[in-house]
């Protein structure tokens, strides 16, 4: 069965600090991959995608991400946290073989330190 | 060019009442998806409809039903609220056209049932 797993249910970082949060998937065909963001109370926000091509993508907000087919990993990375970045980030991927559904994992808390 | 819209923001109902949700999806699109997500986690797919009609269903029970207009707008009704009903629901919508379809998220209404 389609599922997302993010192995970190809530990560503390400092600002300024380098970030990574992980993702995994579990899908037989072709992953159609995004990362959201949420903050409390609010919906969610696209910060990337990746459909096809180059495997490092870049997003919003001074986000980037890679896939990597051999893991089925699509981790979210950023240089530099600031404040603002404190949110629930999202890792889905949509299934092409049933009609574009979106499978979400169950989300990364992300505190950050001042 | 209107993204998704989604009415009313915030509803609150009691036990047992019925609920209508409003979708208007973004200009050009003629798919509608629906997302429940419940605090604490990630939106979970209720159902989609394409030609006026439900295409898919995730794992929801009939309680939860909906419909499509002929301008591809949509609403999502929930009969016999429960508690455990309150949650953001998320709109999502789409154009069926190519090999893979982006879905598009609206701001969601958010549910509280006392």
């Known amino acids: 069965a389609q599922s997302v797993t993010q192995p970190d249910i809530h990560i503390t970082v400092s600002e300024g600090a380098s970030l990574e949060l992980r993702c995994n998937y579990s899908?037989?065909?072709?992953?159609?991959l995004f990362w959201y963001v949420q903050s409390p109370g609010q919906g969610l926000q696209l910060l990337l995608k990746?459909?096809?091509?180059?495997?490092l993508v870049q997003g919003i907000k001074g986000f980037e991400a890679e896939f990597k087919r051999s893991q089925s990993s699509f981790n979210l990375r950023k240089p530099s946290v600031h404040w603002s970045d404190a949110a629930e980030y999202f890792c889905?991927?949509?299934?092409?073989?049933?009609?574009?559904?979106?499978?979400f994992g169950p989300g990364t808390s992300l505190s950050v330190i001042p | 060019d209107a993204g998704v819209t989604q009415s009313p923001t915030h509803l609150i109902k009691t036990r047992g009442q019925q609920v209508t949700l409003r979708c208007s999806p973004k200009?050009?699109?003629?798919?509608v998806s629906w997302y429940q997500q419940a605090l604490g986690q990630g939106p979970q797919f209720i159902f989609q409809?394409?030609?006026?009609?439900?295409?898919q269903r995730g794992n929801f029970p009939d309680r939860f039903s909906g419909h499509q207009f002929p301008n591809y707008s949509s609403e999502l009704n929930v009969n016999a609220l429960l508690l455990g009903d309150s949650a953001l629901y998320l709109c999502?919508?789409?154009?069926?056209?190519?090999?893979?379809?982006?879905?598009?998220f609206g701001p969601g209404t958010r549910l509280t049932v006392l």
């Open positions: 999502a919508s789409s154009l069926s056209v190519g090999d893979y379809n982006e879905q598009f």
């Open positions: 899908y037989g065909a072709t992953p159609y």
């Open positions: 990746y459909f096809s091509g180059d495997t």
């Open positions: 889905a991927v949509g299934l092409k073989t049933s009609y574009d559904k979106v499978i």
């Open positions: 200009s050009g699109h003629d798919t």
């Open positions: 409809y394409y030609e006026e009609e439900e295409r």
